[in-house]
């Protein structure tokens, strides 16, 4: 990785389709400010049909490199030259560094920045106390099984409304991930550790997550991606429980750290400060 000058000024971005809702400027805005660096991360509103393009203009453009967000992390699989074990075994992009030459290395944080904000939130958690249950299958979903796994999680179950979404998945990572009937979605609680939404159920706009946590541990951790609205239903709903609860700030926050590394240099810490300025957005 080539080290940028400290008189540089250095520019990056997220991309996306809309983006108008993400807080990743404020994220990389509160760092380049609190590190007095020279710089600027901006949004990229990139309709899909002109990711190539976009991705292929970031070194034109005098960019360091890039978030990637909905609906760009599969895509840009295609248009990146080199791609990280992490995303290759993940199969979905949310960070692009622009090499020297121009050409651009991918890899991907979400995994990194999931297991980052459980142990900032429980820092008892341990992948390897008990059964843990995904719903969902897309991207985030993909980023967050190989990351249970990596952390040494031996029993993981996944289910998604579409059964052969699962299956692909499950067949694709192999042991431990066991993908199981949407309708089983209850019954497979009775002895987890930790149950994780990786739905868009229960985010603005969207159902409430169709789930009964009666047959969930106490002591399990309930843990929601969404972040808008910060506490789900789902949340709630265990919170009156008693169960630790995990909200999806932390993983947004932390998995925004290796990129501004790779892109500014150092690597920035979630702080209590950046927290109530995310918070502020709400």
Sequence with gaps: MSSIPSSTFTLAGVMGWPISHSRSPVIHGHWIEQLGLRGAYVPLAVNPEHLPQALLGLSALGFAGCNLT?????????????????????GAVNTVVVNADGSLRGTNTDAFGYIQSLREAQPGWRADTGAAVVLGAGGAARAIVWALADAGAKDIRLLNRSKDKALALAAEFGAPVLALDWDQRHLALSDAALLVNTTTQGMQGQPVLD?????????????????????????????????????????LLHQARPGFQAWFGVMPEVTPALWQKVLATF
């Design 211 to 251: 789930i009964d946590l009666s047959a969930l541990p106490r002591h399990a951790v309930v843990s929601d991606i969404v972040y808008t609205p910060l506490h789900t239903d789902l949340l709630l709903r265990a919170q009156e429980r008693g169960h630790p609860v995990v909200n999806g700030l932390g993983m």
């Design 70 to 90: 909905l609906p760009h992390k599969v895509d840009a699989l295609a248009c990146i030259h080199q791609l990280d074990d992490v995303a290759r075994q993940i």
